[in-house]
T-cell receptor, first 113, second 116 residues
């Protein structure tokens, strides 16, 4: 069945460091891909998405490119801030009669000042 | 625009007791989802409604969990009787579901359930 695998955390970086969180997926067809973020004490929020191969999703300085050939959707940010500390979830969407999202297990990111 | 509302935010019960969670989706959103998020894991879909009909409940433990969405608006999720392994955050989400791929799901703050 469809699944999402993302790098295990926690990931700890210093402020202004470069961030990469790896995500790969297994799915038939061409699902949409998402990154969701969960800040401490808050609900899940959509960070960015890409709906077809080679699309790049971007938001708040974060980027991810839909790579069909490697079945990947790695999350990157050039310079992280303390406020980026959160749990990040990679996810894919299957759509038949309605949308169904399958989440990865999440990666906790902590940024040191 | 008001977001997805859930209550209560926290609940502590003993095993074999029953509990109910409530969700009010964003106005006009046709599709409503209940997820279970166990600590250290990603959310897992329990049940999905489109208006007041069930689209997918394949991962709902039907011997103890039930959910309804009367009138196609708000929804309740019930657990009866609860087990220790039901300790988790229960998330509700909704989407417009206009028939487009990539339709955004909006999540509520969740209800954290602890079963002792």
């Amino acid at each position: 069945g469809d699944s999402v695998t993302q790098m295990e955390g926690p990931v700890t970086l210093s402020e202004e460091a470069f961030l990469t969180i790896n995500c790969t997926y297994t799915a038939t067809g061409y699902p949409s891909l998402f990154w969701y973020v969960q800040y401490p004490g808050e609900g899940l929020q959509l960070l960015l998405k890409a709906t077809k191969a080679d699309d790049k999703g971007s938001n708040k300085g974060f980027e991810a490119t839909y790579r069909k050939e490697t079945t990947s959707f790695h999350l990157e940010k050039g310079s992280v801030q303390v406020s980026d500390s959160a749990v990040y979830f990679c996810a894919l969407e299957r759509y038949s009669s309605a949308s169904k999202i399958i989440f990865g297990s999440g990666t906790r990111l902590s940024i040191r000042p | 625009e008001a977001g997805v509302a859930q209550s209560p935010r926290y609940k502590i019960i003993e095993k074999r007791q029953s509990v109910a969670f409530w969700c009010n989706p964003i106005s006009g959103h046709a599709t409503l989802y209940w997820y279970q998020q166990i600590l250290g894991q990603g959310p897992k879909l329990l049940i999905q409604f489109q208006n007041n009909g069930v689209v997918d409940d394949s991962q709902l433990p039907k011997d103890r969990f039930s959910a309804e969405r009367l009138k196609g608006v708000d929804s309740t999720l019930k657990i009866q009787p609860a087990k220790l392994e039901d300790s988790a955050v229960y998330l509700c989400a909704s989407s417009l579901d206009l028939g487009n791929v990539g339709d955004t799901q909006y999540f509520g703050p969740g209800t954290r359930l602890t079963v002792l």
